[in-house]
Structures are given as structure tokens and as C-alpha cells.
């Protein structure tokens, strides 16, 4: 399909290919580049949802109040972070359990909620109140703010404040837009809100 854009007047610039897996971006660049040629697979914009997201978020970075140099937190060091977080809390680690935990988190980011929203949240709140873990609001606030000052992003903080990039700052919608003229994305049934409201929001 992108060979075929590309053959019929597509430039390469302005094309965005987006993968779940680093394997999959990899196997597509090859594939693409034994078809079009080197050169003009470099210039799209191919890879990961998360690789690509960071690049421009390390752009507009400044705009998030963070550096563009901030670091991004693989699933183990969010782990870590949060085992923290839950000791400085003095809570139970048998009752709130990192993984779980993390778990929680990284779905209300999916769903867009922010610390700050999750604190307002009482149906969230209440939820996890039922299940004995009343306090991974307050969780969710230490550890976004440690990684605000420490800053640092994970994987899902990535999709978030790309979200809040593009909601927030219309006048980087436009410019990416501007710039992108056709989006492809691998699978795309397998999206979730953050993702689908990402493409949804740089398409239209």
C-alpha cells in the first residue's frame, strides 16, 4: 500500500506507517525499502505508535513542561517507580501489589484520565475502594508528579501527553497535519482510546 502511494505521487514525508511492535516496524521498513529503495523509507514516518509519539513529543516538549531530553521509563523502572511511591505512602505492597498497581494506572491513562482527573474520579475511587485498594488515586498522584519532576514519561504517559499535546496546542494539530497526508496503522482494530484518538485527531 505504501509502495503503491509512493508510486502515484505520495511523498514520502508525508507518510505516517504506525506498528504496535518494534519487530513489526522493523520487518515494515525492510519490506518497504526492498520495494521503493532506502532513501525513501527513511523519509517516512514508520515505526512504533510509541516511537514516533516520542519523537514528537521530544519537538513540542517545551510546550508539556518538559525538557526534550526527558527519559522514558520501560515497564520495570515504572514498576520501581511505583514500589516507591506505595513505601513513601506507607502502604501495604501485600494489598497494593506494584503490578496491579501499575496495572490500574496505565488504564486510566489509556482512557485519558490524568492524576488530577482520577483524584476527582469518585466512581474510579469507589471502585477501588471495593477491591481494598482505596489509594491508588493518590499513588497515581506521587508517581505523576515524581516523573514530572524527574522528568520522565512511560510508555503510557507517551500517548497521554500526546493527547493533551494535540488538545491542547491546535496550532501543532494544524502544523502536523499540514505535514501528513496519508496515515496507515497495523492493525488498527487493536487500538486503544489514546491511540485511536491520536490518529482520529491528526487525520481529520
Not at 516507591?84 to 482512557?111: F, G, W
Not at 497526508?181 to 491520536?198: C, F, G, K, P
Request: some cysteine; proline content about 2%; glycine content about 4%.
Amino acid at each position: 500500500k505504501i509502495a503503491y502511494l509512493l508510486d502515484n505521487g505520495a511523498k514520502p514525508s508525508e507518510v505516517m506507517a504506525l506498528t504496535f511492535t518494534n519487530k513489526a516496524a522493523k520487518e515494515m521498513r525492510s519490506r518497504i525499502a526492498a520495494l521503493v529503495g532506502g532513501k525513501k523509507a527513511g523519509q517516512l514516518w514508520s515505526g512504533t505508535f510509541h516511537s514516533i509519539f516520542a519523537k514528537i513529543l521530544r519537538k513540542y516538549s517545551s510546550l508539556l513542561g518538559f525538557p526534550s531530553t526527558f527519559t522514558i521509563y520501560d515497564g520495570s523502572d515504572a514498576k520501581n517507580a511505583i514500589k516507591l511511591c506505595i513505601k513513601e505512602l506507607q502502604l501495604d505492597e501485600k494489598i497494593y501489589k506494584p503490578n496491579v498497581v501499575l496495572s490500574r494506572i496505565s488504564a486510566a491513562k489509556n482512557n485519558l484520565v490524568t492524576a488530577e482527573a482520577y483524584m476527582n474520579n469518585h466512581v474510579a475511587i469507589q471502585n477501588d475502594m471495593k477491591s481494598g485498594k482505596g489509594k491508588i488515586c493518590e499513588v497515581y498522584r506521587l508517581y505523576a508528579k515524581k516523573c514530572k519532576t524527574d522528568s520522565v514519561m512511560d510508555f503510557d504517559d507517551i500517548l497521554l501527553y500526546m493527547n493533551i499535546l494535540l488538545r491542547d496546542f491546535p496550532e501543532v494539530t494544524s502544523e502536523l497535519r499540514s505535514q501528513i497526508s496519508h496515515i496507515l496503522v497495523d492493525e488498527y482494530q487493536d487500538t486503544n482510546m489514546a491511540q485511536y484518538h491520536i490518529v482520529k485527531k491528526i487525520a481529520q
